[in-house]
């Protein structure tokens, strides 16, 4: 309800009845309706991760192993799942500052900056600020546009595109990392 309907518009009578339940009984598991907002963000968060036996791509060159990073990032960030979440905290942000903090609290984006963030301290002379900051441009390249363009912000990226995208990023970070060490 609350990826289809959105924050605000979804009640604790509506999620109640939707579960088959009084709202007492809601109330005797939650404390309010941010709480199972909370545990719902949890879910998809969680289904948005790789599966356990996937390896993160660690192994190779820097190149290969961001390559496989982004892959594995965009395609979860493309999920309907994950479109759906973006166009909520769009949507809601402003009018509902716990929902943002929420997401950010429940987000995979700190263990992606984090792994990128460990590719780039073995790689390349960075200090760990650096590093995280890197991580964090290079999460957002590989995101920030074509999820914005797939929740109807543009024309959506065609497969092609997509296909492309992780390796024109990799190109592109590395080359503007390379300037800024030299």
Do not use: C
């Not at 009084?22 to 941010?34: E, V």
């Not at 792994?115 to 760990?128: D, F, M, Q, S, V």
């Not at 992780?166 to 190109?171: D, E, M």
């Amino acid at each position: 309800m609350f990826l289809a309907d959105g924050y605000g518009s979804t009640s604790v009578e509506a999620i109640a009845r939707g579960a088959g339940v009084s709202k007492r009984t809601f109330y005797a598991r939650f404390r309010d309706k941010a709480e199972v907002f909370e545990a719902v963000l949890h879910d998809v968060v969680e289904g948005l991760r790789p599966a356990a036996g996937i390896p993160l791509p660690e192994g190779g060159t820097l190149a290969e192993s961001l390559h496989g990073v982004a892959s594995l990032i965009l395609s979860a960030a493309l999920t309907p799942d994950a479109l759906a979440l973006h166009r909520l905290i769009v949507a809601e942000s402003e009018r509902f500052p716990k929902v943002a903090a929420a997401v950010n609290r429940q987000a995979a984006s700190e263990e992606a900056v984090a792994l990128i963030a460990r590719l780039l301290l073995r790689e390349r002379h960075l200090g760990r600020s650096d590093a995280d900051f890197a991580a964090r441009q290079f999460l957002h390249m590989v995101i920030a546009i074509p999820q914005r363009l797939a929740i109807g912000l543009g024309k959506p990226l065609a497969p092609a595109q997509l296909r492309e995208w992780p390796q024109r990023v990799v190109t592109l970070f590395l080359e503007g990392a390379s300037r800024y060490r030299s």
